[in-house]
Structure formats: structure tokens, C-alpha cells
């Protein structure tokens, strides 16, 4: 065995984040700037991807790119700010299928991972490529290379997820959730390390929809069994707050799959391998008895000082070795 | 044989027209203007076509159809007017190859034809709809369904026709052109029909460059004896007056290729096919002997007006049944 070269730096402790879109890279965020990026990785659910036009879309990949490199358009809560949308104007003029809005300067995203998939590139390689090309420190990686697709049962049948989230704006009620390849699919490459690494301080599952966000990374063969074998912490915040989502479907969904839609109902979903869920105040009565450790938090992150004080509150509640800096 | 149904119209005379990317697409228009369009089928040099960032360009096509449609930018001369570049800027940044430049209107036609193309359609039928969507009466044919590709020799090597004509700004001296796949290539369909047909009442060459636009086309088995086997009257209009070509590397490749730039020896070049040659009045005198009937016009296109009177000048030199209308 060679010798570490002398200015090869020991390892430190890292962050393993597993998110969604919208509501988890909100947290990712405020992670990012309260640590050292480098010491971040980011587990991302690919289950929302699809092609259209012929393009490969990821939402939450993108989503998460775009909040961590300051690109986002937070008003609009999805795609990047200073957009423009002449693309989509000349593809609905020439009659073009164009129910899924895409920004001119977001499409050179799509072209470009589409460019790079039909080379022969895996969607982890170029989510690597994109996030050093948009000058990210931390790790981005998707949940695996292999296609896995999400979809739910309405009452006329499947649904494409995109298709039920965007074009039926979450509308059908649903009666069941499926992840079609995820039973073949493999986790990408540094999904597994990342979380049973020794040096993992700290795994966290950001507020994002259990179903739809968190359970497609699940779903892929080893990641639940490498959490449940993880001997770092690990924390998931209340997608739910008093009987409601921040964002999204999360509820609704909850009730149609007959669940209580109540933050209780998260923390019994990821019992298993959960240490500690943080719960808004007004949410900690009603969990009785606790599944796992439970602490009340200000999990509403309304601005972008609440993304930091509640990614300090995570890695304060874990007691980790991970040092919190000032934002730069 | 069936009887023809009652309401079917008797077949009109055609005219068909050879054209490149801009110059022949000026009197295109004008000839759009001045006859019923549905009696117009226009063939379209595809060795410029290239694959750019996954995405197939088909420059010429697109040049003609959007002058056909108004949607052109007269004052760049080339894409579409009202463009935005939020793609390439966003591009750029990401560190893409950005050298060719799409605007973000534009892309709507490339991912349209590129998605289509994959799924398994042909040029013809990808233009065909382009153009029906465009709401273009004319018909708009590729010359070749299959890949031919334009290159030309510099004294580093083959240059493909983009690396030259785009990146390189017909800088090279060039000494070799060839059209790679055209030996293997078929004429779109409709493309020999409208030539041979006995309803075809002219073919206009375009004042398109005719080594680099109008010779892929010739280049296509069976286009050019199908020229000289119409019983129309072929005409072409120089792209050449008083030693200059009104845009392009027309006269500077004449040179490099050994050949007189003068209009003359473009007459020459098409003479096994042509019956009249339309020169600018000042390159009458050096057509001596001519290698076919000749005669001086106008042909210099500076505006509409231009172009109307040009297209109503070939028309009126050929004597053809053709009805001239008012422009709409």
C-alpha cells in the first residue's frame, strides 16, 4: 500500500443530503452556505425524469443545480430567473407539443445532458459536469443512472408523473405509487460510499414529498439498507406542518393513499432507519408515541435566513463534527 | 383506369427552382409572391446540413423557410427576426460548444425536426409539415432524404462545409469540394417528378453558389440527367455580376479553384442542362461565344420589389403558361 502523498489532505466528515426538488433544495441551500460546500453531497431523486421533444429532462436535478448556483427564480418557484420563453412561443406556433415549459436559457441544460446521454455519457457524469460548470463545490449526484419513472394510478389508470404533476397540475386522485426500474436500477456511483462511509457525519432527508421525492431514491435497490446500516445520524425535517404541505401535493396525496396527513405519518414512513425528525412546534403533541427522537424546530423556511438557521439547527441537533461556517 | 372524380382539379403547371441558403431564397420570395405558391416546388441544397450539439441544422431548408414565411431577418441575413439568445448565452456559460449560433426562437425548429427525425421520420415529410405549419402553400422538398454531406480541402485537410463556412469565415484557400454520400443518395421524393413532369413549365437555377448550393443537389443521382431530360426550359440566374458575387465566397473559391470568376464560367458549369442564362447587362460582352441563349436583366436583388421583378422577368424570358399574379 503506498504511502498518502504528503499533501493529500486527511478526509473530513461530510453531509449526505437526499432531496427532491423545490422543498429540499430550499435546505440544500441553506446547508451550502453554513459548511463547507466540498464537504456536501447531494442525492437527488430522478424519478420526475422524462423526455420531451426528444430532450432528457430532470427536474430536481436541475432544481437543486439552479438554487445552489444562484440561478433559480424564486418567485416563480420552478426554472431559472431572467428567463425567457421564445422557444416554447415558436414551438406552440408551429403546433408543437408544448404543455411542459421550457426557459431558453434552461434548455441549454436539456441540450446539452441529451447531447451528452446519446454520446455515451451517464446522467452522474454530467450532473458532475453541469455542477462544475456552474462553479458548484459540493457533490451532486443523481440516485442512479439507470431510468427509473415514477407514476400514479388515477381513476382512468397510470399516470406519467409529469404528466399528472404539470399537465393535470396533481388534480387526479390517486390510489397507488409505482417506480418502474427502480427494482432493476442500480444506485449511481458514490450513492452507497457516501452513505456508509465512515466519514459520513450526518445524513439528512430534506423536507421534500415522501412519495413522490424521497421513496423513488428508496426505491432503488441498497440505499435503504445502506441507511439503515449507516452509523452516522440520520435526520429527516417534516415535509408536513400542522396538517399541511408548504408546497406541492404532499397531503392531498396523503389522504387519497389513506394516511393521516400529519407530520406522525412521515416519521412512521422512514422509522426504519430514522434517528431524528424535526417537527414544527405546533406538531410535537400529536406525535404520540414518538417513532424515533423528535425535536421541535422552525422548519418554515420562508427566506433564505431561515434555510440557514434551519440547516444549523440539523447540524447542531446532531451533534456533528462538521464545521458551520458563515455564509460567504 | 379510374375517371378522374368530378371536383378534381386539372394539374396546373409547376415551377420548380433549385436553391441554397440566402441569395436563393430572395428570388424564392419573389417567385412566391408573383404566381399562385401552390404551383411553386422548390428543391433545397441539404450539404450544409449538420449535427450541432446533438441537434440536425438544416440551414438552407430553414433559410427558405423562413423568408417564405416572413419569419427571416432581413438585416443579419440569416435566422429569424425578433430572436433572442438566452440558449447560447446560457450555453456559453455552461462552457459549451458554442461557435454555431442558434437563436432561441429558431431552436424550436431543430429540436422539432431533430425529435422527429428520431422517431423515425424522413426529411421531406419533417419539412413538408414545417412548412404546412408555417402556413406556406408551396411546396418545399429536400434534395435528399439521406445524409450528404458538403466538404471542402484546405491545406490542412478536409474542412465539413460549417467548420469552413462558420467557424472558419471561408477563410480557407481551398482547392477540393466533394459531397460525401451523394453517390448513395436518393432525390427526395417528388423531387424527379416535378422535374420531369410534363406539367413542369420552367426550372429556375437560383443565383445560389454553384459549387457549394447548387452542386450537392446536382451531386444526387439522377437530378441532373432528369435536367437535361425535362422538356421545360431550365434557366438560371447568375450569381455572379461584374466579377462579384453579390454575398458569399462565390468569386474567392472561383479563384482558388483555378476558374474564371466571372459569370461566363458559372454558364459554362451548368451549360450540358441550361437553355437561358440571366447576366447583369455589364457581363453580356464577355459571354462570347455563350454556351447557351442569354440574356441581360436586372438580377441584382437589393429589395422586395427587386425580387418581384426578377422572378417576373424569369418568368416572362421563358414565355411559360405560368399566371403572373399581384403580390397579396
Redesign the interface.
Known sequence: MAAASPNQQAPTPHVVALTGGVGGAKLALGLSRIMPPEDLRFIVNTGDDFEY???NICPDLDTLLYTLSGLSDESRGWG?RD??W??????A????DAWFQL???????H??R??RL??GQSKSEITAW?AQ??GLRCQVLPMSDQPVRTRLRGSDGWLDFQDYFVRQRCEPVIDAIEYVGADIAQPAPGVIDSITSKHCALILLCPSNPWLSIDPILAVPGIRAALRASTAPVVAVSPVINGKAVKGPTVKLMRELGLRPVAGTVATHYADFLDLFLVDPADVDELSPPPCRIEPAQILMRDLADRERLARTVLSACGTAITQTEPG
Not at 406556433?93 to 408543437?96: E, K, M, P, R
Not at 426557459?103 to 441544460?109: E, F, H, I
Open positions: 421533444l426528444g430532450l431559472r428567463e425567457t421564445n422557444f416554447m412561443s415558436a414551438l406556433a408551429l403546433g408543437g426557459g431558453d436559457a434552461d434548455l441549454a441544460v441540450v446539452q441529451s447531447h446519446r454520446l453541469l460548470q456552474l
